[in-house]
């Protein structure tokens, strides 16, 4: 393992909307759909895990930590190989508004291209987001 495997990414979006209205619509997985394109088109309730049949990564399982007040969004993504990726997402106060900060962290052996696509993706979904809440 090498210095590039532990690398972390702070991707943040401001929102016009309040925290609690932020976190509200964002922690509720049946709106993931609108806004984390990276996890597909759709999302389901399967045997009491949250299921994204069609991600661009296959058939993965997306366990989210119990709601909270302190805006915490922190979920793993179980992909179809088994193994579980762990991402922190944190809805926080800034002024009126809020910030969504999704922590991208690279996993093993992952290029810089695929790095720099992961966080284009991510980047997306939190733009996604903020239009959507900012229309709302």
Same mark, same amino acid.
């Given at each position: 393992?090498? /210095?590039?495997?532990?690398?972390?990414?702070?991707?943040?979006?401001?929102? *016009? $909307?309040?925290? *609690?209205?932020?976190?509200?619509?964002?922690? *509720?997985?049946?709106?993931?759909?609108?806004?984390? @394109?990276?996890?597909?088109? /759709? !999302?389901? @309730? !399967?045997?009491?895990?949250?299921?994204?049949?069609?991600?661009?990564?296959?058939?993965? =399982? #997306?366990?989210?930590?119990? @709601?909270?007040?302190?805006?915490?969004?922190?979920?793993?993504? +179980?992909?179809?190989?088994?193994?579980?990726?762990?991402?922190?997402?944190? #809805? !926080?106060?800034?002024?009126?508004?809020?910030? #969504? #900060?999704?922590? &991208?962290?690279?996993?093993?052996? +992952?290029?810089?291209?695929?790095?720099?696509? *992961?966080? =284009?993706?991510? =980047?997306?979904?939190?733009? $996604? &987001?903020?239009?959507?809440?900012?229309?709302?």
């Amino acid at each position: 393992m090498n /210095s590039t495997d532990k690398e972390s990414r702070h991707l943040s979006v401001y929102i *016009d $909307r309040t925290v *609690d209205e932020v976190y509200a619509f964002a922690s *509720d997985p049946v709106n993931l759909p609108a806004w984390a @394109r990276g996890l597909g088109g /759709s !999302i389901e @309730r !399967i045997d009491g895990q949250w299921v994204a049949e069609s991600s661009p990564m296959g058939r993965v =399982a #997306v366990t989210f930590v119990p @709601r909270n007040e302190l805006g915490v969004l922190d979920h793993d993504v +179980t992909l179809p190989s088994g193994e579980t990726v762990y991402n922190p997402v944190r #809805v !926080i106060r800034d002024g009126n508004g809020s910030e #969504v #900060v999704f922590t &991208l962290r690279r996993q093993p052996q +992952t290029s810089d291209a695929d790095f720099d696509r *992961d966080a =284009a993706t991510v =980047a997306g979904d939190l733009n $996604r &987001l903020r239009e959507l809440m900012e229309l709302a």
